[in-house]
């Protein structure tokens, strides 16, 4: 534990709690009176209520439409199965700005839904909706599905043999050992719905507005430090209420799982049932997710011959000190650090936690570790600026400083992914390979790490295809001669004119065919090296 505490504390407390004490802190004092006079401003308490409730709203959807999908993942086996895989993954890491406008396209006036049956839902609170599940799909899918996968069908199949239905097999065999994956993915999806700021920044407009958006607005239009101060506190103290509801519900549904090779356990669509679900899982990843990306690529197509590709590569348009496709190379160099720094520190947390002589301390720590997802990218971004600008750490002129903001976000995805399968390897084959005479080194590379290496896997694209497309907090931080992908569309965006929005589009679909490559690649050393056990 002692790397992954010293990595939050340097790296995330200390930054968070600069930005904070800066808002709170003036010649006079401290301004705590403030905390009171802020919360219970009328406006302020609407932004509160519809921040929790779309969020509960954006989750329970989340999981009604993708836990489908995460069985036909885990359990069937059929063609373009790796690179469906892929194409679910590639929303969550668009930048929000550009994947709100393109669900706006499709929602919004003028969009699809409104030349065929004059439908806009663009003014009203589904467009939201619709688009957190289109950018957390993938979370359950892969998160669930992931342990699904390597859960003995053997178990559920004796149940059907001893009389009990197919429902009444699951729900009570399969269901309670999914429980701590499906905590964990709702989990993740509320904090990212909790902390939405481009989806409702597009789609809301002056209606609907969240913690996140407020405190975006207060910092950086209304320049008042001390509300924003206050509303990451709250933002704060409500995810830290929430994360210790799931350590501690979940710990208490926690047992010793037998898992197989996933190889074994998923087969060919049996029956009508089967067919049914896998055509429903098509039809909605097609409405629901690719739709929005397809929209993206006949954009980015508009000007004849590829226009827009072809100026990506000139400097001449003032946007960039580099040519706009140079960040590409510059946003997969950062990826692959953040995604070594984010396995590094979430392995070693997940880990420590899974052990079950963890004291009450490390426990705590499960908590801890989500809090980067729920608390303001913009807030870790500026504390980040704040923080980090003096000796023996003054990393602001340092290129590193861009992947370890990235890493937070990756690690908790690290942790969440291969805690429940750690957590789920039997002791005692740990017991008998140490009875046997082998050392606790041999005993993980013999037991954990091949029951261990899919999660592994999973968790390592997880933390790649967040750094690919985080936004909230490299903005601040990313120098304008290496902007990533996300911050170089954000940029072309905020400029007006077609060329620039035709470059922004083009930016985009370069970034969905990297991550897609990259993920697809993923899926094939997942499936190629999967341990034999």
């Not at 969240?210 to 320049?223: C, G, W």
Request: charged fraction near 15%; include cysteine; proline fraction near 5%.
């Amino acid at each position: 534990m002692a790397l992954p505490v010293a990595f939050f504390a340097l790296f995330f407390a200390w930054p968070v709690a600069a930005i904070v004490a800066r808002g709170l802190k003036t010649d006079g004092g401290w301004q705590f009176g403030r905390i009171a006079d802020v919360v219970t401003q009328p406006d302020i308490r609407h932004v509160l209520w519809f921040t929790t409730w779309q969020a509960l709203a954006s989750t329970a959807l989340t999981l009604l439409l993708a836990l489908p999908a995460a069985f036909v993942f885990a359990r069937l086996d059929f063609p373009g199965k790796q690179v469906l895989r892929a194409v679910v993954t590639v929303p969550f890491v668009l930048p929000t700005v550009v994947a709100g406008s393109a669900f706006l396209a499709l929602v919004g006036h003028g969009g699809l839904l409104d030349q065929l049956w004059g439908v806009r839902l663009d003014t009203t609170v589904w467009a939201i909706l619709l688009a957190h599940v289109f950018f957390n799909y993938a979370v359950v899918v892969r998160t669930v599905g992931g342990l699904w996968a390597q859960l003995d069908p053997r178990q559920e199949e004796a149940a059907r043999m001893l009389g009990a239905s197919p429902f009444a097999a699951w729900r009570k065999v399969t269901l309670p050992a999914l429980g701590p994956a499906v905590a964990a993915a709702a989990l993740m999806v509320f904090l990212f719905t909790f902390t939405s700021f481009g989806v409702v920044q597009i789609l809301g407009g002056p209606t609907f507005s969240t913690l996140e958006v407020e405190i975006y607005r207060q910092t950086s239009e209304v320049f008042d430090l001390t509300t924003a101060a206050v509303l990451t506190l709250v933002q704060f103290a409500a995810v830290g209420a929430i994360l210790g509801v799931h350590a501690w519900t979940v710990r208490r549904r926690e047992s010793a799982l037998r898992l197989v090779d996933p190889r074994l356990t998923a087969r060919r669509p049996r029956g009508a049932g089967h067919r049914a679900l896998l055509a429903g899982v098509l039809v909605t990843v097609a409405l629901l997710l690719v739709l929005p990306l397809a929209v993206l690529v006949r954009r980015s197509l508009d000007a004849p011959g590829f226009g827009y590709y072809r100026a990506l590569t000139r400097t001449d348009g003032g946007t960039f000190l580099v040519a706009p496709v140079h960040a590409v190379w510059t946003s997969l160099q950062y990826a692959v650090a953040a995604t070594a720094i984010a396995v590094l520190i979430g392995g070693l947390a997940a880990a420590a936690l899974a052990r079950r002589d963890a004291g009450r301390l490390v426990r705590g720590f499960d908590a801890l570790l989500m809090l980067p997802l729920g608390v303001s990218a913009v807030t870790v971004g500026f504390g980040f600026l704040i923080a980090l600008d003096k000796p023996p750490l003054d990393l602001r002129q340092s290129w590193i400083l861009v992947p370890l903001a990235q890493a937070l976000v990756g690690a908790p995805f690290v942790v969440r992914t291969m805690l429940p399968v750690l957590r789920a390897v039997d002791t005692r084959l740990r017991e008998a390979a140490a009875v046997l005479g082998a050392s606790p080194w041999r005993v993980w590379q013999e037991i954990d790490l091949p029951l261990v290496r899919r999660a592994l896997l999973v968790a390592a694209g997880f933390a790649f295809a967040v750094s690919l497309g985080e936004f909230g907090a490299t903005v601040f931080i990313a120098r304008p001669d290496n902007p990533t992908l996300p911050v170089a569309v954000a940029r072309l965006l905020s400029r007006p004119g077609d060329l620039n929005y035709g470059q922004a589009m083009a930016l985009s679909t370069i970034l969905m065919v990297v991550c897609a490559a990259a993920l697809l690649l993923l899926e094939r050393l997942r499936t190629d090296r999967t341990g034999e056990f």
